[in-house]
């Protein structure tokens, strides 16, 4: 099994979480979290005067897939995530060794 890991714009979570249903992938973790990479921020103009957003909102989706459903998890992420601009975010992926579900006890992808 993998984590998939990724770091979107906010705006863009719906229709990735669409994608993810589509491939039978519909639970996922959701946290609201701010950051910046290369771009360091963004500069905006108000009422005349510049000021830096440094670190600007994103939404940080994690999901476990099968190891044989991985690529079509990250195809499915990008298309619905990418607007072309700069900051439409991150994919990070990890290997899991297991999954428990508390409740019963299973392990593995039924945990899941």
């Known amino acids: 099994m993998k984590k998939l890991e990724a770091?979107?714009?906010?705006?863009?979570?719906?229709?990735v979480m669409?994608?993810?249903?589509?491939?039978?992938?519909?639970?996922?973790?959701?946290?609201?979290?701010?950051g910046?990479?290369?771009q360091k921020g963004v500069t905006h103009m108000w009422r005349g005067a510049g000021y830096r957003l440094e670190?600007?909102?994103k939404v940080k989706l994690?999901?476990?897939?099968?190891?044989?459903?991985?690529q079509r998890v990250i195809n499915a992420v990008v298309k619905a995530a990418?607007?072309?601009?700069?900051?439409?975010?991150?994919?990070f992926v990890y290997e899991v060794a297991d999954?428990?579900?508390?409740?019963t006890?299973?392990?593995?992808?039924q945990a899941i």
Do not use: C, N, Q, W
Request: glycine share 14%; hydrophobic share 35%.
């Open 7 to 15: 770091l979107i714009r906010p705006e863009r979570l719906e229709p």
């Open 62 to 70: 994690e999901v476990v897939v099968l190891d044989e459903d991985l």
């Open 82 to 91: 990418r607007t072309g601009a700069i900051g439409d975010g991150k994919i």
């Open 18 to 34: 669409e994608g993810l249903r589509s491939l039978g992938y519909p639970g996922a973790t959701i946290t609201e979290v701010k």
């Open 36 to 38: 910046h990479g290369k």
């Open 99 to 103: 999954a428990v579900r508390i409740r």
């Open 105 to 109: 006890g299973e392990s593995g992808f």
């Open 55 to 57: 670190f600007l909102p």
